[in-house]
């Protein structure tokens, strides 16, 4: 029984910043790579950024240099913040996480329920 519960999303302004948080609980032995992924509406949900285990990252082109994740692996959470905000960005932003839940059992993906993002003045 693995969950990963997202919070930080809200109403921002354009220009601003937002942190997002990611956090896994439940039966974890580890977690591999971790990522953030968003939906607009009448869009395709879309990979934003993503974190290795051993601190690795990708950006998609349209945040990169204005997002940063980042991961505690101590706490299973991991982090989007979020600069310098467009109208654009507006979304549902989801998280998504490879965990193995028990030694030997195979990873297996998990997502997060989404928090909406709305950049607007």
């Known amino acids: 029984q693995v969950q990963l519960m997202e919070s930080g999303g809200g109403l921002v302004q354009p220009g601003g910043s937002l942190t997002l948080s990611c956090a896994a609980s439940?039966?974890?032995?580890?977690?591999?790579?971790m990522g953030w992924y968003r939906q607009a509406p009448g869009k395709q949900r879309e990979l934003i950024a993503s974190?290795?285990?051993?601190?690795?990252?990708n950006y998609a082109d349209s945040v990169k240099g204005r997002f940063t994740i980042s991961r505690d692996n101590a706490k299973n959470t991991a982090y989007l913040q979020m600069n310098s905000l467009k109208s654009e960005d507006t979304a549902v932003y989801y998280c998504?996480?490879?965990?193995?839940?028990?030694?030997?059992?195979?990873?297996?993906?998990?997502w997060g329920q989404g928090t909406q993002v709305t950049v607007s003045s």
């Open positions: 998504n996480a490879e965990i193995r839940a028990v030694l030997g059992r195979q990873r297996i993906p998990y």
């Open positions: 439940g039966s974890i032995f580890s977690i591999f790579r």
């Open positions: 974190i290795g285990s051993a601190g690795d990252t």
